[in-house]
């Protein structure tokens, strides 16, 4: 491409689009700004790729999923377009040139990904349904690749880094905004939280799952980023809008994980040793299974509904197994998985199927008011048991293995970087405390399959290879550079 046509074409460009735009608006044809709005987002993604990146951290919380809107059609506008044009471009681009050549591709955790990766191909050969399958595989592979396996080309400053978390922290704020102003208007009526959310959100399950993934963002970004008061004045302003968000999703996993988060970080910041841990762990274990019937007993008592708006009964009513209908159908679905791994215990029924299978797999004795006898209401309520039903065993051994090395990995670089770099050790503990907050919330929810999720839980984890990787060639500081990858300035321009 010359420089003259290169610099003409922007004005080509913004003409053809201002005109379309103009007959648009006068003939209310919409549609027909879909394909110049594509070109000129590809165009970007070629010449700025970086920078379009980048600000898909902003709109993924904004992104609307036109399932709502079409015949069972899932797909999240506009981020997962961008997302899979961004793998295909990679992906080609990298055949004509080694474009990415960072130390996280001989990782452990990187090992164990190609490893899962490979298991959800095999098991979707043998799937129940092979389509479902594999259009799951492709939706995995267009957050996995431009996430994880390129992201530090995107990520190799700090800057950007910061940009990152700066833009899904206003992103999110913007929509708590939304939702708390359209909450109001309905006195936070509990049943209400279900779906004022929408269209950013589904449901308030997911919307509290991102928000306790967010909660770290302003604090961390207020210790790293000493700018101006009026910065610092934004980041308090946005913490507490995230909070009251968080207060009044109504969701009880994402306080429990906050809470989880903040236990496991103190527990990593005070030094304490792995066997210290894992021998409490193992003494609670026997505790409640020497006391199962005295802690059934004690179950059944609980009435606490998650129908109430205080805090503290809505907090109290995650153990009420007994009358309470969403821990009762979370149960119904736990057990289809467990059944459905029992039938297939090896390769699981195919990545993606649970929703299609579960139905006959219901016992009638866990059926609840909110159950229906056609098994349409979706997952399998955890990324664990969902990955046990739809890849067997050893699919969940590779996807625990792929996140325990994660968080080995990341555990490891908030100790190493605690007494070389503030900025990388504060960075590195927000996000093992954001992570963690999603982790925990998955024995619970399951939402990678989301942009929502995804995104920014992939992307984290190309932070971390970047952090480790500044640790590496900048012991004592100095990240702020241009960059520490050899593509990191690359356009795909051919």
């Known amino acids: 491409m010359t420089t003259r046509f290169s610099s003409v074409l922007p004005v080509i460009v913004g003409a053809v689009f201002g005109g379309l735009s103009s007959f648009a608006l006068l003939t209310e044809e919409y549609a027909v700004l879909v394909p110049p709005l594509f070109l000129a987002v590809l165009y970007c993604m070629i010449q700025r790729p970086s920078d379009v990146f980048i600000s898909l951290a902003f709109f993924v919380p904004l992104s609307i999923n036109i399932e709502e809107y079409s015949d069972n059609f899932g797909l999240f506008i506009p981020t997962e377009p961008i997302l899979l044009s961004f793998l295909l471009i990679l992906a080609a681009y990298q055949l004509r040139r080694n474009l990415i050549e960072g130390t ?41 690749v431009p996430c994880l396996v390129f992201g530090p080309i995107f990520f190799s400053t700090l800057k950007s880094i910061k940009q990152f978390f700066w833009l899904y922290l206003i992103g999110t704020s913007i929509v708590v905004v939304y939702t708390v102003f359209n909450h109001a208007t309905y006195a936070f009526g509990e049943k209400e939280s279900h779906w004022v959310m929408a269209p950013f959100f589904k449901d308030h399950t997911i919307y509290g799952a991102i928000l306790a993934l967010v909660t770290p963002f302003p604090i961390m970004l207020l210790l ?36 989880g988060a903040g236990l496991i970080l103190i527990v990593v910041l005070s030094k304490v040793k792995f066997a210290y841990v894992f021998g409490a762990l193992s003494l609670l274990i026997i505790f409640l299974l020497g006391n199962v019937d005295v802690i059934q007993m004690e179950l059944a008592r609980n009435k606490e509904e998650h129908t109430t708006e205080d805090f503290n009964k809505r907090l109290q009513s995650a153990t009420n197994v007994t009358t309470d ?16 791994a029992k039938e297939r215990p090896f390769f699981g029924f195919g990545p993606g199927t649970y929703a299609f299978e579960y139905a006959r797999f219901q016992d ?21 048991l969902s990955a046990l039903s739809e890849t067997g065993i050893i699919g969940l051994v590779l996807f625990v293995a792929f996140i325990g090395s994660y968080f ?20 590195a503990c927000g996000i093992l405390f954001s992570q963690t907050t999603y982790f925990i919330h998955a024995v619970l929810n399951n939402f990678l399959d989301t942009d929502k999720a995804a995104f920014p839980i992939y992307s984290m984890m190309a932070i971390t290879f970047v952090l480790k990787q500044f640790l590496s060639t900048k012991p004592q500081g100095g990240v702020e550079r241009s960059g520490i990858y050899p593509a990191d300035s690359v356009n795909f321009e051919m």
């Open 325 to 340: 209908a969403s821990n009762l159908e979370r149960i119904n679905r736990w057990t289809c998985a467990i059944e459905m």
């Open 364 to 384: 009638p004795e866990n059926l609840t008011i909110i159950s229906t006898n056609f098994g349409d209401l979706g997952n399998a309520h955890s990324e664990y």
């Open 408 to 427: 080995y990995y990341l555990i490891r670089i908030v100790q190493e970087a605690r007494h070389q770099n503030q900025a990388i050790y504060i960075i």
């Open 104 to 144: 996280h591709l001989k990782s452990w955790v990187m090992f164990f990904l190609f490893l899962y990766l490979s298991w959800l191909f095999i098991t979707s050969i043998v799937s129940s349904n092979p389509f479902v399958s594999f259009k799951f595989i492709l939706a995995r592979l267009w957050y996995v």
């Open 224 to 259: 790293v980023d000493k700018g101006s008061l009026l910065k610092r004045v934004v980041l308090v302003s946005l913490m507490i809008i995230i909070l009251i968000g968080l207060y009044f999703s109504y969701t009880r996993a994402a306080w429990l994980s906050v809470f």
